[in-house]
């Protein structure tokens, strides 16, 4: 298969082609995957969420433009940017403007950019993005933030492919935001509080640490020396101990770049910490059980409707119509071989 | 089962406590929605979706006021609130206030709301969300409204759980939201422009428009009188044949109950559409493939995975992690008995 050892090689051509093929999972992409396989564990797997209009866009190219320009010690990274959208299931097409992303990144050869949406199954989507990260990953891309448009579970899901997952906040967003946050907020490993230029950033920074704070007792127990530890929100302010991870506030205006350095840090030291307690490790296991159990699911699912008969799904279903059998009913038959009524 | 008919013969508390076993997925639930099957089907299944933000809960509370205190020669319709939250993977409990609702609609026996949060799979909210409607329908409750909590893949499955879905915007919410809509603008029947006080309401407005313009050649193509036609969206605007339908932009102010009444009419000429047009049955039909599909999909599931070793699934997915193995080979491997290498 030439075409794993071009993309192995870094040839941008073959990996854009091959991204295709993962995205329209074709026999040539499968195969090609499975080869590369192998290679990728590497990258450090970068996810960003939140809600719309918290200008997670302009903060994920600034992060790109962070790696690519780090301060002098650090070398430069290689970066992927993976902008997924699942609120498109329609479309198929990218609906976030790579023509916007590429004024500021645009003859990078450090920088690839691709947009996906979804094409039909959220699984499929979740299924479609592990690939085209795998692919990143063999590639050589030492960065790969995956940015997710909404903040719902596909959201959620997609998040956990990361290593480290930023949740984006901006003030001043409505009542609705509050109850998002309540959820992501569990997920998140740094919170940002984008556009930190606007009123109402304090009200934001406030409510957040009150999140923080009353989830603790609950969330923020850590395993510390092989014994369960509380430990106070209100430390996450003083240097923390390496075993011990609290979500960081890291206020930023992705508009003029400031604080891009410094949340910069802060996932550098998000993957130190991760490295030193072997959760790096273990959230790649989760990761890879969760595609295995995904890809199991999906291929159960396809191998039986192939060996099911059209014509006793559609007797089956037209019992169900006609409220003759409740859906649970239908499926004890198909699968039993006898309707039990 | 007594509690079946208590529920069929309008016992709320009976309703209460059936509802808390579907969502726990009980054997008692499961063996009370077989058996109130039958008794479903009436319900007019009302989706209101749209981004954080637009004060989409307080539309759903005008709306229940306004199902329950129609205009004279209209009788008052009993009326349930089921508002899904798939943001909340991880807490269980219901996020929206229902304390808030409450000060409104309290006391009222004609409106029953529950709040209801993802516990787990996307699909197993479908699930639940789905029985949960059922028990409202069987119950007699004429009006179903299903509020869903963001705009993101999991809004718009929910969404195609309803014969009527509305799709709420407001002003000014950012660029983020532009491209939430192409994907959501598709599911619409009825689009709102909620907070049309605010400033920017003409530009949401136009935006929509041109949107529904864009999207007219594609996707404004019906079949009337057997045979495909394209309806200029532009006669939106002017009275349409009750064969062809266009989605109406409504502008409402939730805070005050401006356009209510009006959004309460588009809502009520929709329903005619449908039952007109024969859609009225055609997406019910859909709605219950959809449900069986979910529903065997995921007994399939659980029948292979009890049927499996835990030795050998570990003993494959020690082979994945260390790489031996991709994805693909290893499910292969799972579901074939062998490892292809």
Known sequence: MA????????????????????E???I?????????????????LIGVTGAPGTGKSSLVNQLAHHFRHPPESIPPR?????AVDPSSPFSGGAVLGDRVRMRDLAGDPGIFIRSMASRGSLGGLARTTSGVVQAFDAAGFEIILIETVGAGQAEVDIARLAHTTLVVEAPGLGDDIQAIKAGILEIADILVINKADRTGVENTERALRTMLDLAHPIQRVYRHHG????VPSSIAE???EESVWIPPIQKTIALD?????????????????LEKTGEWESRGRTRLQAELDNLLQNTLVNRWRDSLSPERYQEIFEQLIERNLSPRQAVDALLNGGPRR
Chains 1, 2 share one sequence.
């Open 78 to 82: 290689r970066v992927a940017i993976v």
């Open 238 to 240: 003083s240097p923390q």
């Open 257 to 273: 770049g400031t604080g891009v350095q410094e949340l910069g840090d802060q996932i550098a030291r998000h993957k130190a910490h």
């Open 3 to 22: 075409s794993v050892r071009e993309v192995l090689s870094g040839d941008r051509l073959s990996l854009a082609r091959l991204l295709s093929q993962i």
């Open 227 to 230: 014994s369960l530890e509380v």
């Open 24 to 26: 329209n999972d074709t």
């Open 28 to 44: 040539e992409g499968r195969a090609a995957l499975s080869e590369l396989f192998p290679h990728t564990g590497n990258a450090h």
